[in-house]
């Protein structure tokens, strides 16, 4: 019985058709099934790879194109004006001759801050030369406002003047013993024998008009001669190898918008009723500031104020400077320190000075010196791949000349009455803040620094105004220091 139950259930499920049909049409649906997923995951997964491909072919092309317009972007902040092939040339003419050697002697009080002193001894190494006389080494200001004791030694290669120079006038160290004692005359330069004493520096020779040799001796006094001390030249060098260990580049800001530039300027917009009054108390009691009572709001509208800290930064923002722009300050304390300078700080951080940038030991010599501290400001500025004066006052006007000199590195100089009224026009809801920029670029196209020929004064003006109108000769020596030629 239990083999016929067990071979009949084996034989009816071997041999029933219908069963069999079943299983043959279950695995014939898998089968399919499966093919069909395989196949429609082969479609998509190839698919898919295909995007991809196309993808990577595409990104590598955004990124070139990326990288191009910021490189493109770049080079327009940073790049310097062509030269179109002009360099320094300061060599004598032939007509130009061995100096002569008079037993007469000029003496020299400079006066003012550094560069102020600086192009007012060169212009008495031209007038020595003229008068045929020899130049002694000139005293430097002790009563400025800075109240500096440098002496010349103290700011500048001594030796390296006097000999650099030896062929255009002699220049001694102080008078003969015999002559100190002979009365000096004062005004007259003609028909004279002895000393004549010149008690202030700055009366400036003319800026135009003068004999090509003279101009050319000028700049070499000034370029060439007047070297910083060894001390100074090599502490500058230093700090400006520091900031180029920092980034690659970086912007030399001239802000002038210490206590006594704002002062003397009667310059008061973005100050509190406290700071304004201390500036005016400050400017009726220095006795050689002959102007007293300044109306700060014109004096702002004719673009005779320096640009505030705050008004630099958005200057620099809508040129397209980055907030990562390494922005070195040239400058002495800012006036209320970092209550202002923080309207800079804010939109670009990485600023430094040379209080950062040098330890306290590197600077102790140099403590109570304005002269030679501002002596480091002018190196770096110098040396810097941009430069940027907020005022024209004595120090922007030389160190832009000076990179004139050197091959038209990049000066931005800006145009104060014309971003006022940008500024201005801005706060009143007059425009946007997001066509800024191109207003900005706009006005200041030709302002960068590029080869240009000294201005003269506006037409029509005559006599000694015209000469206080004309571009100074060391804010742009192009003619005669900078030419095609040697």
Same mark, same amino acid.
């Given at each position: 019985m239990a083999n016929h139950r067990g071979g009949g259930?084996?034989?009816?499920?071997?041999?029933?058709?219908?069963?069999?049909?079943?299983?043959?049409?279950?695995?014939?649906?898998?089968?399919?099934?499966?093919?069909?997923?395989?196949?429609l995951s082969i479609f998509i997964f190839m698919l898919y790879s295909n995007d991809i491909v196309q993808d990577e072919r595409k990104m590598p092309l955004l990124r070139v194109e990326d990288h191009k317009s910021d490189k493109l972007l770049d080079d327009q902040l940073w790049r310097a004006p062509s030269s179109h092939g002009l360099r320094p040339c300061v060599k004598p003419t032939s007509?130009?001759?061995?100096?002569?050697?008079?037993?007469?002697?000029?003496?020299?009080?400079?006066?003012?801050?550094?560069?102020?002193?600086?192009?007012g001894i060169a212009d008495m190494v031209a007038v020595a030369r003229i008068m045929n006389a020899t130049l002694v080494i000139p005293q430097l200001d002790k009563r400025s406002f800075?109240? *500096?004791?440098?002496?010349?030694?103290?700011?500048? *290669?001594?030796?390296?003047?006097?000999?650099?120079?030896?062929?255009?006038?002699?220049?001694?160290?102080?008078?003969?013993?015999?002559?100190?004692?002979?009365?000096?005359?004062?005004?007259?330069?003609? #028909?004279?024998?002895?000393?004549?004493?010149v008690a202030k520096s700055d009366s400036r020779l003319a800026n135009n008009d003068l004999p090509l040799d003279i101009q050319r001796l000028r700049c070499r006094a000034l370029y060439h001669a007047l070297h910083f001390s060894p001390s100074i030249e090599s502490l500058g060098k230093k700090l400006v190898k520091r900031l180029k260990s920092r980034a690659e580049r970086y912007i030399a800001l001239h802000l002038r918008y210490e206590k006594d530039m704002l002062s003397f300027t009667g310059c008061t917009y973005g100050l509190t009723e406290a700071e304004s009054e201390e500036l005016r108390v400050m400017r009726e009691n220095t006795n050689h500031w002959k102007i007293k009572n300044i109306n700060s709001t014109e004096q702002r509208i004719d673009g005779l104020c320096p640009l505030t800290p705050k008004e630099v930064g958005i200057f620099l923002q809508a040129l397209g400077y980055p907030p990562s722009t390494l922005i070195y300050?040239?400058?002495?304390?800012?006036?209320?320190?970092?209550?202002?300078? #923080?309207?800079?700080? #804010?939109?670009?951080?990485?600023?430094?000075?040379?209080?950062?940038?040098?330890?306290?030991?590197?600077?102790?010599?140099?403590?109570?010196?304005?002269?030679?501290?501002?002596?480091? *400001?002018?190196?770096?500025?110098?040396?810097?791949?941009?430069?940027?004066?907020?005022?024209?006052?004595?120090?922007?006007?030389?160190?832009?000349?000076?990179?004139?000199?050197?091959?038209?590195?990049?000066?931005?100089?800006? *145009?104060?009455?014309?971003?006022?009224?940008?500024?201005?026009?801005?706060?009143?809801?007059?425009?946007?803040?997001?066509?800024?920029?191109?207003?900005?670029?706009?006005?200041?196209?030709k302002r960068y620094g590029a080869p240009r020929r000294r201005a003269g004064a506006p037409s029509g003006i005559k006599g000694r105004a015209r000469l206080r109108l004309e571009e100074s000769f060391y804010q742009n020596p192009y003619p005669e220091c900078i030419c095609t030629g040697r």
């Open positions: 259930g084996y034989n009816h499920s071997r041999n029933h058709p219908s069963t069999s049909r079943i299983r043959k049409s279950f695995f014939l649906s898998v089968t399919l099934y499966v093919t069909l997923v395989f196949a007509k130009y001759g061995a100096t002569a050697v008079w037993d007469r002697y000029i003496t020299v009080r400079s006066n003012g801050g550094l560069n102020q002193m600086r192009t800075w109240q *500096d004791s440098s002496t010349f030694s103290d700011v500048f *290669d001594e030796l390296h003047f006097i000999t650099y120079l030896q062929q255009d006038v002699r220049i001694v160290k102080e008078l003969p013993k015999e002559i100190e004692s002979l009365p000096r005359a004062r005004k007259h330069f003609t #028909s004279w024998s002895g000393v004549i004493h300050i040239a400058a002495g304390e800012i006036y209320s320190g970092d209550t202002h300078l #923080s309207e800079l700080t #804010s939109r670009f951080p990485n600023i430094v000075s040379k209080e950062m940038l040098a330890t306290k030991e590197e600077l102790r010599t140099f403590s109570g010196h304005a002269s030679q501290t501002a002596a480091l *400001d002018y190196i770096i500025s110098v040396e810097s791949d941009v430069f940027v004066p907020s005022h024209s006052g004595n120090m922007a006007r030389t160190v832009e000349g000076h990179r004139r000199f050197l091959g038209h590195r990049k000066t931005i100089t800006p *145009d104060r009455k014309g971003l006022v009224q940008l500024f201005d026009k801005v706060e009143a809801g007059l425009l946007q803040v997001s066509s800024l920029s191109q207003h900005v670029k706009k006005l200041h196209e």
